[in-house]
């Protein structure tokens, strides 16, 4: 409530009684515009349903972000910086092609200012808006995201464009952004946001049995591996068995595990 309030705020809805009391407690000492628009919210439907709060969480956390007309921007976050990409998506402008990067281009200005206040997004920023090849349309752009950014209640430095064409600005890392609150790495990728394919793990597996035969005198292998690489092995991979049981000449059998990730698998010795 002290970050976020201003005058412009008409109302806050809380459905908590307990937080309700609490929040104007704190509006009293702190925030006193507040106090008035502090409402205890008594509807039917709970509070996030009323408002649709559920969808928009879902949207922020996803990299994609639709402008009109087709066009979107791609948010990209990692531990080193933010990247946002502008593309033009199917939208064709009614007179050229420059005049529909430009307008793009501008709306993609105030979008990114809401998504960064959203996301809360902090550090290095760097924009990749559509190549403008008339120096007053860059110029316009770059004023129309500083108007946009100076809503910011959290400081933000504009840089400009570099040599690369690339818009590049800072914001004040202030705590932790709406991924990190509510999302974890994922287990199956540790945080990758990809996974190997079945095939690239077959291929994994075949080398480490070949790995494994020439360290231990073993009478046999046997894999486990996840549903979809065993079925590779079985299907497109047979050829590529049976070629190392011939060179390794030790028999390999082959197990499902269903608890197993698609990267997930272990070689036993017999």
């Known amino acids: 409530m002290r970050d976020m309030f201003s005058l412009d705020t008409h109302k806050i809805l809380v459905d908590s009684t307990e937080n309700h009391r609490r929040m104007t407690q704190f509006a009293e000492q702190y925030v006193q515009g507040a106090l008035g628009r502090i409402e205890l919210f008594k509807g039917e439907r709970p509070l996030f349903e009323t408002h649709n709060i559920e969808q928009e969480i879902a949207r922020a956390l996803q990299p994609r972000v639709n402008l009109n ?24 402008g009614a007179r050229n092609f420059d005049e529909t990067i430009f307008r793009t281009n501008l709306e993609a200005c105030h979008t990114i200012a809401r998504e960064l206040r959203l996301r809360n997004l902090g550090g290095i920023i ?3 808006f559509i190549d403008m090849a008339q120096e007053v349309h860059r110029e316009a752009v770059l004023q129309e995201l500083a108007k946009a950014l100076s809503f910011d209640r959290t400081r933000v430095t504009l840089n400009g464009f570099t040599s690369l064409g690339l818009v590049e600005l800072t914001r004040k890392r202030s705590r932790e952004n709406l991924s990190q609150i509510l999302c974890e790495p994922c287990p199956s990728c540790q945080g990758r946001g990809r996974l190997k394919t079945p095939q690239t793990v ?15 005198d073993v009478q046999a292998f046997r894999i486990l591996a996840a549903p979809n690489v065993i079925d590779l092995f079985l299907d497109e991979e ?30 036993v010795l017999l």
Do not use: H, W
């Open 238 to 267: 047979s050829q590529s068995l049976a070629m190392l049981i011939d060179f390794i000449g030790k028999p390999i059998s082959l197990a499902v595990e269903t608890a197993y990730t698609q990267e997930q698998y272990d070689i």
């Open 126 to 128: 760097i924009i990749d």
């Open 69 to 92: 007309f087709g066009s979107y921007l791609i948010i990209e976050s990692t531990e080193a910086m933010t990247t946002i990409d502008v593309n033009t998506g199917g939208f064709v």
């Open 202 to 216: 077959c291929y994994e597996i075949q080398r480490e049995i070949v790995r494994e035969a020439r360290r231990y």
